[in-house]
């Protein structure tokens, strides 16, 4: 193996998170329908008189804008700087996109709470989630699991002075 390639092996890629392939898909796919969900509920939430509804509903058409260049670049293939945007998003850890997302959907719910505010931003929020529980990493395994709850009983045993429920 020659340096280049052992360079690139030791490099730390953003598939390196500890997310699997299907998680990592239905993240982007919850972003994808967050991103329509706030775009129709954003337009439909503008068609008021009311200020501040019509400044949530701004708000959720540029939630919808950046889930979209987030998430799935290629939809705004037109835009100079959508890849640069997408290449910085992809290098953020799960836990700074949870915030991210979750942030900006609950944006528009304190400028105006509605039904279309409430159930428009309500998937961009599920998306924040499920990076979230990304960041938690994977479930441990039985046996590991196990292994330290019979060492625990063991080491509640020895502070006790007791063995198997009965005094030494």
Known sequence: MSTEETAAA????PEDDGMTWWYRWLCKTAGVLGGVSCAISGVWNCVTVNPLNIAAGVWMVLNAFVLFLCEVPFCCQFIEFANAVAARADKLKPWQ?????CGMALFPIFLSFSFTTLFGNAIAFATGVLYGLASLGKKGDAVTYARLQHQKQGDEERMTGTANGAPE
Do not use: G
């Not at 030791?10 to 890629?13: D, E, F, L, M, Y």
């Open 10 to 13: 030791n490099k730390t890629t």
């Open 97 to 101: 996109k949870a915030i991210f997302y």
